[in-house]
């Protein structure tokens, strides 16, 4: 038994592997089973309150990577962590959409954001191990990663998105058109059964709800195609890549319900994401032109942080104005 934990799995111990996911089955156990065993709407106070028990979390897990691993793991770590949370903001205002288009009351929408994290811990676990396999055997897939997120951070900084028109979604489409859909939301339940208009009988529909949690999952796979990338770019590990993405995701699904109550008041970040990406890109260049083998852990840290606390800042002071005409 000793032989098969010590055994490795992608170049880290089958037991730190085993540690987290049993750390993560024990959190989404204790969220669904205890704090959410009845549907209930969150509130702001509450959300904040989990947020900072999944932060704490996060970051107390780069303890252990320091302890097991070393320390520049665990620098690569908080920064992939810090990376992947501030990126997953922007799923924020994209499930605030869906959530809005499919009509979802609030006290539903943990069960949907709930659902929904069990399937980005399955989707973003074959994503980072298709990249890990691609980056062991073909290491220039690296800079094409790094011109990736160069290109996405400049395109994003000097392009206006456009409105989502979740009606025109191929998707939604496709399954309107193929399954059979309730109407309105009915109940927290994603399959209901009701007579069938020709024949009377009994037959499952599929309900909004279901709807909401498949355009989320969707959503996220699109997420993925940046933040995966960026946090290779931070490190080739893919258990660092690996537990940094599904930590930050974790504690994300608890903040939504506060920040969805002030997304406006953070309308300049997406201009600091675009920078960030196009640092994290630029990152792998400069270690070559440098004669690095690799960027600086710590480096690299303190201008995400610089980054980003420049950000929030730049966000906070141009709406202030919002906040005192509000009140």
Known sequence: MDAFFLAEFLGTPLWLWSAFLALVVALLAFDLGILNRDDHEIGVAESLK??????????????????????????????????????????????????????????????????????????????????????????????????FLIFTGLKMLFTTEKEMDLSQNPILRFMRRRFRVTDEIESHDFFVK???????????????????????????????????????????????????NIFAILGLRALYFALAAVLHRFHYLKQALAVLLVFIGSKIFVADLMGWEKFPAMWSLAVTFTILAAGIAYSLWRTRRDVAEAH
């Not at 969707?218 to 690996?242: E, K």
């Open 194 to 244: 009701k007579p069938d208009p020709r024949t009377g009988k009994l037959v499952r529909y599929m309900t909004p709800l279901f709807l909401a949690l498949v355009i989320v999952e969707f959503a996220d796979v699109v997420f993925a195609v940046d933040s995966v990338p960026a946090v290779f770019a931070i490190t080739t590990d893919p258990y660092i890549v690996y537990t940094s």
């Open 50 to 147: 989990l947020s900072a028990l999944y932060i704490a979390i996060g970051v107390g897990f780069s303890g252990l990577v320091w302890y097991t691993i070393g320390a520049v793991p665990a620098t690569e770590y908080l920064t992939a962590f810090v990376v992947e949370k501030t990126l997953a903001l922007d799923n924020v205002f994209v499930i605030a959409l869906i959530f809005s288009f499919f009509a979802v009351p609030r006290k539903y929408q943990h069960r949907v954001l709930f659902w929904g994290i069990l399937g980005v811990i399955v989707l973003r676990g074959i994503m980072i191990g298709l990249g890990a396999t691609l980056v062991s055997q073909y290491g220039w897939v690296l800079y094409i990663f790094a011109a």
